[in-house]
């Protein structure tokens, strides 16, 4: 953590800024970046086919823009090869302006197999010599695509993903949008993405990111001071450091004290799992103390289920949180140096009096995850002027509810209203799913990379939010340890899937593994 190498994300407006800036303070002439995109995924097929590319079909599939000038570099280079090489334009001839048009005069000189697809009729026309392509080259259309992909585009991406050929794609694959990865109404199902400069936000977030194969970042020459100067704020979380994790505990005279107390609050009727879960979670990644809090009824059942944590009852009103506990929460609060509210917790009036007092009155670090959150979104108002650091764990459906969306839209512009969300109430969101999305108060974002359909079950929030509330509660940076949390929790259940084959992977699986894979990652 904390010296990571986790690859920059940019949209494509960035992208564009760092190609502008690369051309016009930096004086690299476009067509030179568009000839090292080229020549660069010209070595990755070289690569993937063993240097045996003679004897080769190859289609290079071309859209007007950009895009289909790096299709015409890749398709001289294999040309030069010796690869029996076919061109297919679909934008009119004459459309085609600047360094794409440059390099396809090249190749009418070089009298290459160029052929205009522009129509439907004729992509009909060719759709044989497609399907005998050994490759097939994407460079339709590029990150620029706002809108729904119309024919001829659509009817070659279509006729396209019925091939058996390998496909790899330039860039992007044509029709996913490069800031969202929306599928623009249909898009190419690529084996492999050629992705130049840094990869597309778009790319890392669903539907998009299963559509992209493997995925290659292309180094076209953007000047290294310049990424430095102006770092992009979207990280892809694939390979947390863990330095500053295991410095925290190289003094020989450290104690439990030293790694940070948590406090857990929640638990009502039939919901005692939940705090058990995140509390097991926070000492299992290194807590010095966890102490649990939940109505006093249920206590007895928390003091079976845990063993190292220790359970605090709280005023209770029918095995829900009394409105009273507010006050001995906060009492409990002062030596704690992290507190996660809301597993199993209920939206009773107790809960949300609690909550509210809370973000009143507490100004250390805050987990707020299920229940904690329902009861937050009755009144956003204590959320802005709390001092408290606050972090937010909703799944979709309770981001719709603090928001108030629709799920189907909270899922349609994840990215943006988690954004603007964090921004606007100066909080650390994590919003859960495929590709869980991090932000922080001062505009870094942070994108996962692990986790699996396999690990769909009850109780992975708890686990989560004990697992961020330990690691916070040690006192170290939130940009390191919120992003490495989330990675760890879908690192354990991709592991135990890759180790014992697909199967249901539960919450209580993750917290036995916790420890272990912990211990692998510090080994490397």
């Known amino acids: 953590m904390g010296r990571t190498k986790n690859p920059y994300l940019v949209t494509a407006e960035e992208m564009r800024a760092f190609d502008s800036k690369a051309i016009n303070e930096f004086g690299i002439a476009g067509i030179v970046l568009m000839e090292n995109a080229g020549r660069s995924t010209f070595e990755i097929l070289k690569r993937l086919f063993e240097d045996r590319l003679e004897g080769l079909l190859v289609s290079v599939i071309a859209g007007p823009g950009n895009n289909g000038g790096d299709g015409y570099v890749i398709a001289r280079y294999l040309i030069n090869h010796g690869v029996d090489v076919d061109i297919f334009l679909l934008s009119p001839r004459e459309k085609i302006k600047g360094d794409a048009q440059i390099n396809l005069n090249i190749l009418e000189k070089m009298q290459a197999n160029i052929w205009d697809v522009s129509s439907e009729e004729s992509i009909e026309s060719v759709e044989e010599i497609w399907a005998e392509s050994t490759i097939i080259i994407d460079a339709i259309l590029g990150t620029g695509l706002k809108s729904e992909v119309r024919p001829p585009y659509s009817d070659a991406i279509v006729q396209i993903n019925n091939l058996s050929s390998f496909k790899l794609s330039v860039d992007i694959p044509s029709g996913i949008d490069s800031d969202t990865g929306e599928i623009r109404g249909v898009a190419i199902e690529a084996d492999r993405t050629a992705t130049y400069g840094f990869q597309k936000l778009g790319m890392a977030m669903y539907p998009g990111r299963s559509l992209c194969g493997e995925i290659e970042v292309v180094d076209i020459s953007i000047p ?3 990424v430095d100067l102006n770092p992009p704020p979207t990280c892809l979380i694939s390979a947390p450091d863990m ?25 009502s009727p039939g919901k005692t799992g939940a705090p058990a879960m995140a509390a097991m979670a926070a000492s299992r990644v290194g807590a010095g103390l966890v102490i649990v809090a939940v109505p006093a009824s249920l206590n007895s059942i928390l003091e079976t289920k845990l063993t190292e944590e220790m359970t605090e009852p709280l005023p209770d009103d029918s095995g829900f949180v009394d409105s009273s506990a507010a006050q001995r929460v906060l009492e409990l609060c002062q030596d704690k140096t992290c507190v996660a509210l809301g597993p199993g917790l209920s939206t009773a009036p107790g809960s949300i009096k609690l909550t509210q007092t809370l ?4 100004e250390g670090r805050l987990v707020i995850d299920a229940d904690g959150l329902n009861c937050l979104a009755s009144d956003l108002s204590f959320l802005s002027r709390t001092k408290a650091k606050v972090v937010l764990t909703p799944h979709p459906g309770e981001m719709a509810r603090l928001t108030g969306l629709s799920t189907a839209e909270v899922q349609r512009n994840r990215f943006a209203l988690a954004k603007e969300f964090s921004s606007k109430h100066k909080c650390w969101l994590v919003l859960k799913g495929a590709a869980t999305i991090t932000f922080s108060p001062y505009g870094q974002s942070f994108i996962n990379s692990t986790g699996n359909p396999w690990m769909s079950s009850g109780g992975q929030g708890d686990v989560l939010t004990g697992i961020l509330a330990g690691l916070l509660a040690q006192k170290l940076p939130s940009e390191e340890v919120i992003p490495f949390g989330v990675w760890l929790h879908g690192f354990v259940a991709d592991n135990i899937v890759d180790r014992d084959g697909p199967r249901p992977v539960l919450a209580t699986d993750i917290l036995k593994e916790i420890p272990a894979f912990l211990n692998g990652l510090t080994e490397t």
Request: hydrophobic share 30%; charged share 25%.
């Open 224 to 226: 290294k001071i310049s």
């Open 243 to 267: 330095r500053n994790y295991l410095e925290a505990r190289s003094d020989p005279s450290a104690h439990k004290g030293t790694f940070g107390r948590v406090l857990i609050i929640g638990g």
């Open 359 to 362: 973000l009143n009155e507490y």
